[in-house]
């Protein structure tokens, strides 16, 4: 989806770095669910130093 696109859909997801608060540490729940992917996934996250954009990019990394 190309970025013109992107902004004419709220709906459309954006890319973490562009995220306002993305440099902001994880959020709780961003954490917890990493923590759950990793074991499901046998990958070890270290979660403590993410910011919100990484820890949704690690994320998206681990649901694919």
Request: glycine residues 4%; without cysteine.
């Amino acid at each position: 989806m190309s970025e013109s696109q992107q902004q004419s859909d709220p709906t459309a997801e954006k890319d973490p770095s562009t995220w306002v608060t993305g440099d902001e540490p994880a959020t709780g729940a961003q954490k917890s669910y990493l923590e759950t992917l990793s074991r499901s996934t046998d990958e070890d996250v270290e979660t403590e130093n993410l910011t919100k954009a990484e820890a949704s990019e690690k994320i998206d990394e681990l649901k694919n």
